[in-house]
């Protein structure tokens, strides 16, 4: 009987249970219930048009020939996708050095190579001209000496300074003697002032490695007598890249010297802008339409006393020079220096030193967000002191109210890659921030920081890694060139001419691309 009764007991279970899995599901609040694949398909079409929507490129609509050229794009990006696949190879995820002649011999770096850029709005002049272009110079000047020691009292390996005979202190020799006497030195020099794949397998912290970059350029770039031909050099590197406009972060100083004058401050901030400018001037006889801004950059790790007296002397600048200073930042490793807002004092006291100068404002521009640490929350301070843009901004995504309100300002963000895989930041640039910013509608434009340190020039190597890690459709290109226009620190006036100009040089390329693919589909 009692066994009976359990059997009946288990069958009555068992009848419960395939009734239960025979019931509709429950469906969780705001979740659709489907009952077919039109219906599941039309709710995943929604959400993926909102996001379109949302997109910072959602207001470009391409002609009849983008289009064309935009189906080239997205054919020869699939074909190498699938390569990569079958080869279990991810450019993206590999570092730059390795992946720098595959880059080269694509024909998506082809592609690229001539575009009309726009704008570079985040590089920094001492790392800007060619570290070959350094060494030839270097080579050539008979009074240029580097230091050839392998550590001295404040000295690094391969610092370039110009002295007199006479004067050469201990530990420099001659550049051009060297370069005679023994047949490696000029690749060892290069070495030295460039990074390379062994450097970033070798080294725990690549900062130790890339501060003292900025040491062995600056007694060649403050040389008074070469100091323009240098400038003028860089700019002509950009131009030859397809960019239009830049923007320079410079420590504009009174370290400008020669071997004439004794006086430490015979030539003073104004002098260096002065031959910016003049360098400016000389560039756009060839490239008339070619545009040059300066932001004045102090340094993170100086006492904000420092930091008061240099942003009083930026104010200075500004006020003679309000066409071409535009701005001040703060640069340095974030996570090394001091936060942005242990210089809140310097910052407010902005509204007196502006009285002070006639009304003239000086807008921040800050290099904020340059940081994979959970702790580190500069943005803050950036966006509340009202930057006009962020320089890397890596970390902006840890913080949703913040990212909010950059997007409704619409305060773009200076992206650079390739410097943020090549630092260790994001070494896979697949899971680079940067494609959330775009598709929640947050401007961001495409930058090259530190590119002759890192052993190229121009933008392409960086919109190669951007359209291949990213999945960039033409339109996402454009608007990247376009932003770096549009959110450039010209006026209005100016911004206007420069788009005009842009948009001109866009159309020619892009019939261009498209007639050549349609006659060898390259």
């Known amino acids: 009987m009692q066994k009976s009764i359990h059997l009946t007991l288990l069958f009555a279970l068992f009848i419960f249970m395939i009734s239960s899995c025979q019931k ?11 009952t077919n694949t039109k219906s ?118 391969g610092q370039l300074h110009f002295f007199q005979a006479e004067q050469v202190p201990e530990g420099y020799v001659s550049v051009g003697k060297m370069a005679a006497s023994d047949p490696n030195f000029r690749s060892e020099l290069y070495d030295l002032l460039t990074f390379d794949e062994g450097l970033l397998k070798d080294t725990v912290d690549i900062w130790k490695h890339f501060e003292p970059q900025f040491i062995r350029r600056l007694g060649f770039f403050n040389y008074q007598p070469i100091f323009k031909k240098h400038v003028v050099a860089a700019f002509d590197s950009l131009i030859a890249d397809g960019i ?14 020669d071997l004439t004058h004794e006086a430490p401050d015979y030539y003073n901030r104004d002098t260096m802008v002065t031959y910016f400018a003049e360098a400016l001037a000389e560039v756009q006889q060839r490239s008339p339409h070619f545009s040059m801004k300066l932001i004045y950059t102090g340094i993170r790790f100086f006492h904000p006393a420092i930091i008061c007296n240099d942003m009083s002397h930026a104010w200075g600048v500004r006020e003679r020079f309000p066409d071409l200073v535009v701005g ?31 009304g003239i404002n000086l807008p921040l521009y800050f290099h904020d967000g340059e940081t994979n640490l959970p702790n580190n929350t500069n943005l803050y301070d950036a966006v509340l002191l009202g930057t006009k843009r962020i320089g890397h901004g890596i970390n902006l995504y840890r913080y949703p109210a913040l990212e909010e309100r950059v997007r409704e300002q619409q305060i773009c963000i200076e992206v650079s890659p390739l410097s943020n895989q090549i630092l260790r930041y994001i070494p896979d640039l697949r899971n680079h921030p940067a494609v959330g910013y775009m598709n929640r509608g947050i401007p961001i434009s495409l ?76």
């Open 40 to 157: 599941y398909q039309a709710k995943r079409n929604t959400w993926r048009s909102q996001d379109q929507k949302q997109h910072f490129a959602a207001g470009i609509q391409l002609s009849a020939t983008e289009k064309q050229l935009d189906s080239l794009l997205q054919k020869m990006v699939s074909t190498m996708m699938k390569e990569y696949r079958d080869q279990a190879y991810y450019p993206a995820a590999n570092s730059f050095f390795k992946v720098k002649d595959h880059m080269e011999q694509s024909a998506l770096f082809y592609l690229l190579k001539d575009m009309p850029k726009g704008g570079l709005l985040h590089v920094h002049d001492l790392a800007l001209p060619s570290a070959h272009y350094i060494v030839d110079e270097a080579i050539q000047q008979p009074d240029c000496y580097v230091y050839w020691e392998e550590e001295g009292d404040h000295l690094v390996k």
């Open 447 to 522: 930058n090259t920081d530190d590119p002759s340190i890192f052993a190229y020039e121009g933008l392409t190597y960086d919109f190669w890694a951007a359209t291949v890690a990213w999945g960039l459709d033409l339109a996402s290109i454009k608007q990247l060139a376009m932003n770096g226009l549009i959110h450039s620190a010209m006026s209005e006036i100016e911004k206007q001419k420069a788009i005009g100009a842009w948009e001109a040089d866009w159309e020619d390329w892009v019939r261009k691309k498209a007639r050549m693919s349609e006659r060898s589909n390259v």
């Open 244 to 257: 239009q406009h830049v923007e320079l972060r410079s420590i504009i100083s009174d370290g400008m010297y």
């Open 328 to 358: 001040y930042d703060l640069v340095g490793q974030e996570d090394a220096g001091f936060s942005t807002r242990y210089y809140l004092d310097c910052w407010l006291k902005r509204d007196s030193l502006a009285k002070a100068h006639g």
């Open 24 to 34: 509709t599901p429950s469906t969780p609040s705001g979740e659709a219930s489907f």
